[in-house]
């Protein structure tokens, strides 16, 4: 028996998946998302948590698309902003808000927090805030599994910041050299706390450097949630199939940033890190922002009017009651 198997699925709408609507599927799971951390940014900001929480409006597609993409036994290692992973793989918001307020009948006992919550029976083993750290730790657990013969693929994500740590370049040499199915997936926002990336150092070619490894590289849009889905799709499959890594580098925005503008001084944007997004409520949403940077935005275009409005309505019912 496998210590960790995610024998059932994360995915919370039986009857859609019986009627094997992919579309509905993806928006029900990427509303359901958007909305659950929307109800977590409306508890962040009446104070309900002693944790930093570092909320991942925008990157709902990334998520829903690994999660959905993951098979019984594959494993899935996280950073800091990990809650879009762990919302995507546990539809029981009340059990994540519980380990958020370190409560002792919480499924990890409260011992956790945010920025360290692990979810080992949705194949969520590991998770450090500590930059780059789980992607060693990756590697370590995809040859575990090639030990075991299982027939999984291990994700790792990490963020552009984290790049700029050894660890990256250890762990993907390492990965390259034991022919292990591990995909380095990066969400690529292009901030890291409060610099951005042509602030901060020099431009990196992740394509380019996967073809120094002779590795598979590929390049996602995270506000295009069904290329996300179909991309890692074949990603995993491909990865399952040639043994060896691969890296996905998936550009994103952070929702929550804002504009200020301050006398005698040009506008600046300053960036959303962690914390509560002000300026964005769960009564507005599910739409954050009208342009291309917003997932949702550009999902509710894809689908029949009605249709979006009939899985609004539904995914927000269970919700609602968490901010009475
Ligand atoms: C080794 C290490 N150095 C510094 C930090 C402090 N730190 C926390 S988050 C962060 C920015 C990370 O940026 P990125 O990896 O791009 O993730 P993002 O927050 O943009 O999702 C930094 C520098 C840390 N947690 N660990
Ligand atoms: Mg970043």
Redesign the pocket.
């Known amino acids: 028996m496998e210590a960790f198997e995610t024998s059932k699925s994360p995915l919370a709408r039986d009857s859609i998946e019986q009627a094997g609507e992919v579309m509905e599927t993806l928006a029900w799971e990427m509303l359901r998302l958007r909305l659950s951390m929307l109800v977590v940014n409306e508890l962040v900001k009446r104070r309900a948590f002693q944790v930093p929480i ?1 909320l991942a409006l925008g990157h709902e597609a990334v998520a829903v698309a690994v999660s959905m993409a993951m098979g019984a036994h594959d494993r899935l290692l996280l ?3 990990n809650i879009h992973y762990n919302i995507a793989r546990n539809a029981d918001l009340a059990a994540e808000i519980a380990e958020y307020r370190l409560e002792r009948d919480a499924p990890g006992g409260g011992r956790f927090g945010a920025m360290n919550l692990i979810a080992p029976e949705n194949g969520i083993v590991y998770t450090s ?4 750290n789980c992607l060693p730790v990756a590697v370590g657990v995809a040859k575990g599994r090639a030990v075991k013969q299982a027939d999984a693929v291990t994700f790792a994500v ?5 790049l700029e ?1 050894g660890a990256f370049y250890e762990a993907l040499m390492m990965a390259t050299s034991l022919r292990l199915p591990l995909i380095f997936l990066v ?1 690529n ?1 292009d ?3 409060y610099t951005r990336v042509a602030e901060r150092r020099c431009a990196l070619d992740l394509q380019r450097l996967a073809e120094a490894f002779a590795i598979p590289f590929r390049r996602l849009s995270g506000d295009d949630a069904e290329a996300c889905l179909k991309g890692m799709t074949a990603l995993r499959a491909d990865v399952a199939e040639a043994q060896r890594p691969a890296i996905v580098e998936v550009t994103l925005a ?1 929702l929550g940033d804002r504009e200020v503008t301050e006398e005698g001084k040009p506008p600046r944007t300053i960036n959303y ?1 962690h914390g509560g997004a002000a300026h964005i409520s769960y009564e507005a949403g599910p739409i954050i922002e009208e342009s291309e940077r917003d997932p949702l935005y550009r999902l509710s275009g894809r689908l029949p009017a009605e249709t979006w409005r009939r899985l609004v309505a539904e995914a927000r019912a269970p919700l609602d009651g968490f901010l009475a």
Do not use: K, Q, Y
């Open positions: 570092h950073t800091h902003r805030s500590i930059l780059g990490t963020g552009d910041g984290a740590e969400e926002n901030w890291s706390m952070t890190h």
